[in-house]
């Protein structure tokens, strides 16, 4: 379970952080939205830094997407076993119809479509519910007539039940607590009539039986298991198998991605993988693992294969995914830099110096570019991947954990003009400030965070690390933040090259408390407080600064001669009956981040769980009722999709007439629909009955 998705929190980050970093005319020429439907909103990214590569390092990745989107049908398949016959219906009524296009039932038809096209199937890609049909079956029934009956090679009636009956297949992943949990789902992971005893009795006799318990594999992972003549089986798919079809183009993509890959222990890699793929044997799968976490050289780099078990509701069996991508070096040499530099941090900190690390190594993250998306990551897709997932591999050797920056970009670039900013921002002013420097400041702390901050300070010794208890996950997510926002302001990221100027980070002082104190309650059902550790640490971190603000400006508000000398460095304010956060003294308010970060610090230092407690219940958990209602009702007013996913690029391959690939160009703009449509040509290997 290693994927970090694109959760409603960094949306509204996201959404807080739209920007306009680059010029104007970039934006124009690049749309990063696309269509929007039902609760979807469409997308596109960019492959930044493509036409930099090295022509066989884009011959690599022109292949390593191929492989990543020849097992488009398996993740259909899987997530359902009508799904590829309902696409093939739905495609072709959509492509040959030559009734009322413009009818309502059409109209709504299409949206359906759109919707099982995005999900990969008939239930909901987030919810796993099955969503229901805006047409009627006498409209979908009546449609059939207009098509070529030699193009539907099934029996279309067997799947009128399936779409329009609520009661048929429900759910894709049932997870309700009681209830059989293997019948009432309806993925394609357990053949009809295996129970969830019987299921998880399967799997606990194996385990049993694991020769080496120590390293054990990741039982059913890569097979359905059904029952044949009443007795229970693993259909694993491999070459061979089931899914072959499939898994046999994909070997001859990886085949050829091997010929022009980057390095001896890239090509290991690869024939590993097709061993595996071969075999279908999870040792041989692990030891494919080891290989790929250690391969850590290149700049190409692909996951593909059977990976997640989000689908399955006992959480064995993996979905297939694949993508391709490659390092982002400008985002690299970021964290490089930071680091390299992550004594002066330490020992420039307000932290007192005995909470303070004598030798203090940063860490390097990896930042990547995505060139493809395919199955299970496709068009809904993870910004952040940790894997492998075999725990005993993690702990002997290691994991890869990327962060996806060109995909958090198009997020961000997206919400430009969404009308959040308009919204929330107090000022004109501001707003130009978060547009001018939102991104590269965002990038910025979150580098900060993850490469000086949780590796920042020590525990005097003797202190249980685990001595904060349920406040401990809080108080180390506000110690990383605060570290960040400390030292995004100060002085040493401009000399650096990090930040563009001296004022660049007021940007992220004004959209952090702007989230902390108001936008992201938009989480929070009314009535309800802040649990979430993440949340907590924002909130905490901003009330507690509002608070001290306040209080050391009435200290000095008595002798003060002007009005604006008495103003607290932060406040909320009411303007035509709505709250805004008002920055009124930044440097002011380094200084209360410091001041935090360094009782923080203590507190964790010390293990002091008394004082994580006071913190955390005074600051961060509670809700004000008026704010919190009047920030869902304006969240609301703005009506933005909750869900968001992407189209591809496409890559476009120029050969010589011996077929060696002399250029691989990318090109954008390709349509949702032609896209799916396309896909489902050229990607169409699997039968439509998997049995
Ligand atoms: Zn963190």
Redesign the pocket.
Known sequence: MNRQILTLSMLIITATLATSCGTQKEETEFQYNDERFADLQMLRYRVEGFDELSLRQKTLIYYLSEAALSGRDILWDQNGRYNLRIRKMLETIYTDYTGDRESEDFKQFVIYLKRVWFSNGIHHHYGSEKFQPGFSEDFLRAALKYIDAAKLPFDTEELFPVIFDPSVMPKRTNQADGQDLVLTSAGNYYGPGVTQQEAEDFYLRMKEADPDPAHPIMFGMNSRLVKENGVLTEKVWRSGGLYGQAIDRIIYWLEKAKTVAESEKQVAVIDKLIEYYHTGDLRTFDAYSILWVEDTEGDVDFTNGFTESYGDPLGMKASWEGYANFKDKAATERTTKLSANAQWFEDHSPVDARFKKENCRGITAKVITAAILGGDLYPSTAIGINLPNSNWVRAEHGSKSVTIGNLTDAYNKAARGNGFQEEFVIDAPTRELINKYGDVCDDLHTDL??CL??GSGKLLPGVDPDSLKAYGSAI??AR??LFGLYYIADPKLTELGLTPNADAYKSQYYTYLMNGLMTQLVRIEAGNTIEEA?MRNRALIAHWVLEHALSSADAATVPSASDEGSRPAVELIQCDGKTYVQINDYAALRHLFGELLAEIQRVKSEGDYEGARRLIETYAVKVDPELHAEVLARYKALDLAPYKGFINPEYIVTEDKDGHITDVQIRYGEAYDHQMLRYSQEYSTLPYINE
């Open positions: 965070h993850e901050g949780h180390e997510e990383a933040d993440h």
